[in-house]
C-alpha cells in the first residue's frame, strides 16, 4: 500500500457514483491532501477504471445500475492485482443487513448518506494514512 508519505506522486482515489452531483461533492470534501481523483458511474465501469488506475482507494455507491457496490467490492477483492485496495462503501441502506453484506464482501469502511462532512474525511485519512491536518487546515 502506498501512503502519502512514501511516495512523490498524488494519492489516486477512484469514485463509483451514479449521480454526477454526489461525485462532484465528494472530491470538494476531500480536497487538501492534494488527492487524485477519478471517476466512473457505475461498478462495471468503475472495475475497469479500477483495473487501469490502480487507485489507492475506492469510494463506491451501493446501490447503482449494472453493478452495485456490494459486487464491485467483491469483484476488487477476487482481482489479485487490487484485493489490498482500501473500499469504502456509501449507502442510504441503514439497515444492519446491508452492513453486514458490506463487511462480508471485503469493505474497508461503510458510511451512510447522506454522508458527514467529517466522518467520510476521518475515514479516508484513516485508509490512506494522511495526516491529520488535512483539508480543513486543523
Given at each position: ?30 480536497m ?43 469483484a476488487?477483492?477476487a ?19 446491508s ?40
Amino acid at each position: 500500500m502506498n501512503t502519502a508519505a512514501t511516495r512523490g506522486a498524488p494519492l489516486k482515489v477512484l469514485i463509483v457514483e451514479d449521480t454526477k452531483t454526489i461525485t462532484n461533492l465528494l472530491q470538494v470534501y476531500l480536497m487538501g491532501w492534494g488527492l487524485q481523483f477519478f471517476d466512473a458511474g457505475n461498478g462495471v465501469q468503475g472495475l475497469a477504471k479500477a483495473r487501469e488506475i490502480k487507485p489507492d482507494l475506492i469510494i463506491s455507491d451501493v446501490q447503482m445500475p449494472e453493478m452495485d457496490g456490494f459486487a464491485l467490492c467483491a469483484a476488487v477483492r477476487a482481482d489479485s492485482s487490487l484485493h489490498a485496495t482500501p473500499f469504502l462503501l456509501l449507502t442510504s441502506l441503514k439497515d444492519e443487513a446491508s452492513r453486514q453484506r458490506g463487511r462480508l464482501v471485503g469493505a474497508s469502511a461503510f458510511l451512510n448518506k447522506p454522508v458527514s462532512v467529517d466522518e467520510l474525511r476521518e475515514r479516508v485519512r484513516e485508509l490512506l494514512k494522511l495526516p491529520v491536518k488535512g483539508p480543513t487546515g486543523r
